[in-house]
């Protein structure tokens, strides 16, 4: 190998991150506590940065350097690193700087449009900004190249390596249970009552049981911390500096509760990372569905278990005594884990939630691949909603305009979440195997057994393996539908009353 | 006047101006919100934008277009820039790089090797650093260059044109009037009561009060916040976005009040400079000093004036009822200015606290000058403190170990700390002048007057004019030590009890 190349492109990639990681301190910074007039010039300063740091990834250097490389590798860390650099650099200067300046113009317009179109529930003011922005994705697909489907140079920013056949053979096959039980849930005996969830619960002592819970399951706040934001993040420089934020209602028990255990899930992934490899691929997550699987398996298959709460309960009575002195844990545990069919992604439940996803990605992967239209996509999403979710929108606001992802011309990020929960039933089937003793830990409040599985199975490897080869390799098979399906049933059916 | 040239410097300030803002936010993060293990990822980036932002402006693009401007011109916006532009890049450019790498190595080792020697109060700990930061500076000065004194190439980057003759020449006459003041203040007859200052004063109501005074004095909470930090700051991205750090003590009530209007006081001049120039020397404060004499103006002139408690006493004792019920304005109003020699410069009264500036001066002086050792700093510092205030440190922890200043290399920066209580006295002297009910204005907590009159006067001009030129057309007269000593008798005489 040619070391004097390797460590030339580390020292590069380190500086990327340097400067990336500035940014995303600023951005943090911007959803937290930046007053209301420091806007123009934050926005001046994340475009600066943003600049330096496409123009480091894009030298020619970096291609020489790569090319240099470009040779088998018996050391995990320098093949793992050199290949996905080699991938960034790639995918990087296959598009052209005009296009990218384009896209990040045409967004700021179409970000305004969407906020306009949304308030006003009018798809019109927002239509001709998104179908621009579908044309120019189509041309980035078209520079990137793609072997089948357009909409996989796409997906394959967020999740590298999946396909868009493959994510609608996982989709296609997992609709039709999840509606079903959807519906059987809707006609069961047995029926949560959501509204205990909905008292009083004072913000004050929901920021200090939300630390508390965090800590718990050993988010490191030496590492790390928690803030408030609009929409909650989780933002990390570094493993050894974590942000997350979450969002206090004090009529909504779940929002932060849940909230915070979701972002925390993602930070433990962040402060698990190798933190030698710190600002290149070896250090970083894998992808976003990798993510979004760490964040849901402490948010729903922890936080929302029953053991969970059998031993937490008590506590939580105690910490918001006027709201749940005469709850229940049976009460308590019925209503966070309801289900039932709602318009809102964001506010939806566990199951739910990827029928949500689904209905995006159909239409999504139908824009890009030139099979639907623009103007068509209201009426998509409501016929799909119906279908699927059992629920028909009224309005576009609370149907095609409610997410910004594509006002940000973001296409292929939507599946990375459903993709996110498929994995995190692998990975914790798989868990509960390789610790037969799980759900006791878990009800004696010790999340270290579960933590260091993760750290060894997963957090450890950065981007050693694709999320393909991690999950064969963690679970033993390739990333199927059947372990959250088996998740479903178990939990909810006879939570409900359902004859499975 | 080259059109070209000058947007092209002007389109490079404003990137550098947009990197040493984002270095600001990042430095502000690290002392208020960064978990502690952040530290060593902040100083990596730190360090990248330091050196990012140092390249540009020592780019020899920059001199040939100072070159192309280098011409008389009549707008006096392009006049300034291209003057204040031409002076940084000279400045940076004539110290060898290899010399500034030096110098941010040694201080880093310095800073920690002063850390432990005051926890030890062991000079010898910190001798040989502070030795060689000493002769590093100098070479600094003989690289810059100077007509008389070596020390005037290190004060004119903090006091840019002021001179050691001049300092020298203020201090020594001011030195005397105040050593004899603070002796007449200590045989006086009346004397405050400083402990009603150290009751329980509760830190959430010590915080909402905090925001309120600098609201009240015109502080724009838009664009800006206050946060809590070890040392106080205030540290500015823009007008628009400015950043106020205090500190509460539950057990005292001045840290915080004053703390913070003294930072407001600078806050207001950064969001008072023309937001048209910013990152260019046109919309840049002037000088240290003169941003000191904003700070103490509001803190001491206004904040520790009697109307300004006429008016606001009675909501700080309803405020703080439990320490403050049984307490008269006119013991409260001592109390706030109370007069008495102390070791600690960060402690001391706005009287004593320029006799502690009045050691550090001519000793590093004599350092810069080669005409003290290091060696000898602690016996010259004890001295000195015994002559002037009056007092002598038992031990070098209390004594010249007490500041970071030094250990920084900053050599040249303490006389700004005078020379801002100086200019504050001779710029309020005229505004009382030119707005003859100030007091009755103050008194009914109306600063609007006073604030707009800094505006207009100083804050405006951003660096169109050098501090002395400043002093002159605002007050009709070079600086003098006379509005401080008139304010100083005339104020605390009476106090006292004093013969004047």
Redesign the interface.
């Known amino acids: 190998m040619d070391n004097d190349a390797y460590s030339n492109l580390i020292s590069r990639l380190?500086?990327i991150g340097?400067?990336d990681?500035?940014s995303a301190?600023?951005d943090w910074?911007a959803e937290t506590?930046?007053?209301?007039?420091?806007l123009?010039?934050?926005a001046?300063?994340l475009a600066?940065?943003a600049r330096?740091s496409h123009e480091r990834m894009t030298d020619s250097a970096v291609g020489d350097l790569i090319a240099r490389l470009d040779e088998p590798c018996d050391d995990e860390v320098v093949e793992t690193n050199v290949r996905e650099i080699k991938r960034h650099y790639t995918r990087a200067t296959k598009i052209p700087t005009s296009l990218v300046e384009r896209i990040a113009r045409v967004s700021t317009v179409a970000k305004e449009s969407w906020q306009k179109a949304r308030e006003n529930s009018h798809f019109e003011t927002f239509k001709p900004h998104l179908a621009e922005l579908v044309d120019l994705r189509c041309q980035v697909a078209d520079a990137i190249g793609y072997a089948t489907e357009r909409y996989d140079a796409l997906v394959d920013e967020f999740e590298p390596g999946i396909t868009t056949a493959e994510i609608t053979r996982l989709f296609s096959s997992l609709q039709a249970p999840l509606s079903e039980f959807v519906h059987a849930v809707s006609e069961a005996p047995s029926k949560p009552d959501p509204s205990i969830l909905q008292r009083k619960f004072p913000i004050e002592t929901q920021k200090l049981w939300c630390r508390q819970m965090a800590a718990e399951i050993g988010f490191?706040?030496?590492?790390?911390?928690i803030?408030v934001s609009t929409h909650p993040f989780c933002s990390g420089?570094?493993p050894?500096?974590v942000r997350l934020t979450t969002r206090y209602l004090e009529k909504f028990f779940n929002s932060a509760t849940f909230g915070t255990l979701h972002e925390a899930g993602h930070g433990l992934y962040e402060q698990g990372l190798p933190e030698a490899h710190?600002f290149t691929p070896r250090g970083q997550a894998v992808s976003l569905g990798i993510h979004e699987s760490q964040s849901r398996l402490w948010e729903n298959f922890v936080g929302r278990s029953r053991p969970f709460w059998e031993r937490y309960y008590p506590q939580c009575q105690l910490a918001f005594s006027d709201a749940l002195t005469d709850v229940s844990l049976d009460d308590f545990y019925f209503a966070i884990n309801a289900i039932s069919p709602s318009l809102i992604r964001v506010e939806a439940d566990e199951v739910t939630y990827n029928l949500h996803i689904i209905v995006r990605f159909e239409i999504e992967r139908d824009l890009i691949g030139g099979k639907l239209a623009v103007g068509e996509i209201p009426e998509a999403w409501n016929e799909k909603m119906a279908t699927l979710v059992g629920i028909r929108p009224e309005n576009d606001a609370d149907g095609c305009l409610q997410d910004i992802h594509w006002s940000m011309g973001g296409f292929g990020y939507f599946p990375t979440y459903a993709l996110g929960n498929l994995y995190a039933a692998q990975f914790f089937a798989r868990a509960r195997k390789d610790i037969p003793n799980l759900m006791d830990f878990i009800g004696r409040g010790e999340f270290a057994p579960l933590l260091e599985w993760l750290r060894v199975k997963i957090h450890q490897h950065g981007q050693h393996y694709r999320a393909s080869e991690l999950v064969q390799r963690v679970s033993g098979r390739a990333l199927s539908i059947e372990p959250f399906l088996d998740y479903v049933s178990d939990k909810f059916a006879p939570l409900y009353g359902i004859d499975d």
């Open positions: 380190r500086e340097q400067i990681s500035a301190l600023l910074d506590y930046m007053p209301k007039n420091g123009a010039v934050r001046e300063q600066l940065l330096l490191n706040f030496d590492s790390g911390r803030d420089s570094a050894s500096d710190v």
